[in-house]
């Protein structure tokens, strides 16, 4: 068992977190505030090569790996969340379906324009009837000659009206529940594709959350993804590997409570030495130090697993699952060691607390992860 990083992979943490520092945090709490997408961030992100970490070459990739691309969300998370889930929702839910189901053609045109950054990519499954049950969506698709015409609303969408390229799954067969529904690649500038409303949320502000509306919305037909009815398949094991991009976010928005915390409780004097010095302070941080290596070892041991082959859906869920508790809990702590500045803006705590509880939401809510993995245990 190795547990040491590659050299390339050290040199891209490097250079990430150097990017994060420089070129991300400066404005993370101010991005917050605003509520404001900075597509410049994401642009360098492409100058850098990062939004096409995992793919060939010959498909605009840098043709990394899997864990490249977990400790990328990480790094930028661990300063800004919603930077972490604008790449993760590129790379594992826009670009990866189309990776793994797209045929030559939409590889070459779209996964390109996605791994190059050229274009920003988003992943539209949940409507508001239907979050934790996908099966029971309601936006159709029809065919129609050389077309599929889309009628219905998604909500909930990461990166919805700032991406380009959109993943969106509808129902080609309404009677058929889950084996009825079909993947589609939709493009921004589509006519009878609008955004809707665009939330107003808790945490990761930065990152806009809106809802797509489609109506008699024609795409080509050859923008279908997969075959007809394998829709659920591609949504369900693009999610698979999309959990650990979520887990990464939950990972980074921890470490960087944790980095702040240790370095505040050194500093920070009460009673006439520092707050670090007393036990009940130490425990805390040693228990969030802690829990932050043990979601590192889940969600590196489940991007290993996927860069090797190897079967990777369980231990995915698992490190989402853990390392979103972890990034709740650890977060909620570090205002805990800050005190009542902990509880200002003066200080990055407050929004990692914010930030951290989505990820125990998102790409299936952690009673979604336990019933996969409990499923997985007992079906296996
Ligand atoms: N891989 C391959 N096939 C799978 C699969 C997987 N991971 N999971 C299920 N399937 C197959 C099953 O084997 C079954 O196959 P058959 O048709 O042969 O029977 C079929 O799919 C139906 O499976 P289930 O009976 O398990 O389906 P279900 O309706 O009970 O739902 C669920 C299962 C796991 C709860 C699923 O609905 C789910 O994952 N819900 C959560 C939704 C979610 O995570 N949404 C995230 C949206 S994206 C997001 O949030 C973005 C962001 O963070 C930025
Ligand atoms: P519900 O499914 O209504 O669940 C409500 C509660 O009931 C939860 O606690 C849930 O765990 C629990 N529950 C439901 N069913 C069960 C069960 N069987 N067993 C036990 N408990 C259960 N979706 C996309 O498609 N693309 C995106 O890019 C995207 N980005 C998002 C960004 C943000 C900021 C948010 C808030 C959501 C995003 N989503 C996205 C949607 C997200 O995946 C859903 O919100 C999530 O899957 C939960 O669905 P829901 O909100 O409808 O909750």
Known sequence: MNFQLTEEQEMLRKMVRDFAKNEVEPTAAERDEEERFDREI?????????????????????????????????????????????LSAHISLASWPI????????????????????????????????????????????????????????????????????????????????????????????????????????GIRSSPTTELIFENCRIPAANLLGEEGEGFKI??????????????????????????????AKEREQFGKPIARNQGISFKLADMATSVEAARLLTYQAAWLESEGKPYGKASAMAKLYAGDASMRVTIEAVQVFGGYGYTKDYPVERYMRDAKITQIYEGTNEIQRLVIGRMLTTE
Request: with cysteine; hydrophobic share 35%; aromatic share 10%.
């Open 235 to 264: 949504a369900m094991t693009t999610l698979d590997g999309g959990r650990n991009g979520i887990a990464a976010q939950a990972l980074g928005i921890a470490q960087g409570a944790l980095d702040a915390s240790v370095a505040y």
């Open 42 to 86: 994401f642009d360098k992100m492409a100058q850098l090569g990062l939004t096409g970490i995992p793919w060939p070459e010959a498909y605009g990739g840098i043709e990394s790996d899997f864990v490249s691309y977990v400790i990328a969300v990480e790094e930028l998370s661990r300063v800004c969340a919603s930077t972490g889930v604008t």
């Open 99 to 202: 990776y793994k189901y797209g045929n030559e053609q939409q590889k070459k045109t779209f996964l390109t324009q996605l791994a190059q950054g050229e274009k920003l990519g988003a992943y539209a499954l949940s409507e508001p009837g239907a979050g934790s049950d996908v099966a029971s969506m309601k936006t159709t698709a029809k065919k129609d000659g050389e077309e599929y015409v889309l009628n219905g609303s998604k909500v909930w969408i990461t990166n919805g009206g700032v991406g380009d390229i959109y993943v969106v799954f509808a129902k080609t067969d309404t009677d058929a529940n889950h084996k009825g529904i079909s993947a589609f690649i939709v493009e921004k500038g589509t006519p009878g594709f609008t955004f809707g409303k665009k939330e107003k949320k808790l």
